[in-house]
């Protein structure tokens, strides 16, 4: 049973506007949450983290926003850039659980549009 | 050369081979990790070392064999592999194994991995 869940596995957005990636997760014990960033035939690269204790926290451009009681999270890029183009992956783990811990989503492959 | 390098990039066995996947990091990290990535599935944990030690053997078969001589080189070790094991297969680096809060895993780009 998949304990988090990326449930679009592509997005399209046109260059400029806002990028939405949704993650949901299901085990409540998780209390930490990152996002990482993969181009094609790259690894994946670390983009921006949350912990429980917060409900937001913004980098730049990228902001990921944490609803708890919905157990719910999401990545806001704004604006969005052609080189956001990439497959974005939502990870979770417990406080203090170390990287072992980590749990991946499948996976949204965004396509910006020029 | 910085960060996390993976050779080869891609690799093509036949299931009596026997082949071995490297792995080395130049960031000073102590913990090092193997992870298998399948078409449409979630990045599977297979394997941790922290401090050259295996902390972790996430139920994998054993005809994937993995050794790490130091904190900087990793080796995943395959034979008699099946069809099903064809994968990206990633190595990742981290300050330890800690916390994942303070030590982001840092991934190579991977070994494409194709068993015929």
């Known amino acids: 049973d998949q304990q988090v869940k990326q449930n679009s596995p592509s997005l399209s957005v046109q260059e400029g506007r806002i990028s939405i990636l949704n993650c949901d997760y299901t085990n409540s014990m998780f209390d930490y949450f990152l996002w990482y960033k993969k181009y094609p035939a790259e690894g994946p690269t670390f983009l921006i983290s949350?912990?429980?204790i917060k409900d937001k926290n913004e980098d730049g451009r990228f902001t990921v926003f944490l609803n708890k009681s919905a157990k719910h999270l999401s990545l806001h890029i704004v604006p969005s850039q052609p080189g956001d183009s990439a497959v974005y992956f939502c990870?979770?783990?417990?406080w203090g659980g170390g990287a072992d811990g980590l749990t991946f989503g499948k996976g949204t492959h965004l396509i910006i549009q020029p | 050369e910085t960060g996390v390098t993976q050779t080869p990039r891609h690799l093509v066995m036949g299931m009596t081979n026997k082949k071995s996947l490297k792995c080395e990091q130049h960031l000073g990290h102590n913990a090092m990790y193997w992870y298998k990535q399948s078409a449409k599935k979630p990045l599977e944990l297979m394997f941790v070392?922290?401090?050259?030690?295996?902390?972790e053997n996430n139920s994998v078969p054993s005809r994937f064999s993995p050794e790490c001589p130091n904190s900087s080189h990793l080796f995943l070790h395959l034979h008699t592999l099946q069809p099903e094991d064809s994968a990206l297969y990633l190595c990742?680096?981290?300050?330890?194994?800690?916390?994942?809060?303070?030590?982001?895993?840092?991934f190579g780009n991977g070994t494409r991995l194709t068993v015929t």
């Open positions: 070392y922290n401090f050259k030690e295996q902390t």
């Open positions: 949350i912990s429980s």
């Open positions: 990742a680096s981290s300050q330890d194994q800690r916390s994942s809060y303070n030590s982001p895993l840092h």
């Open positions: 990870a979770a783990s417990g």
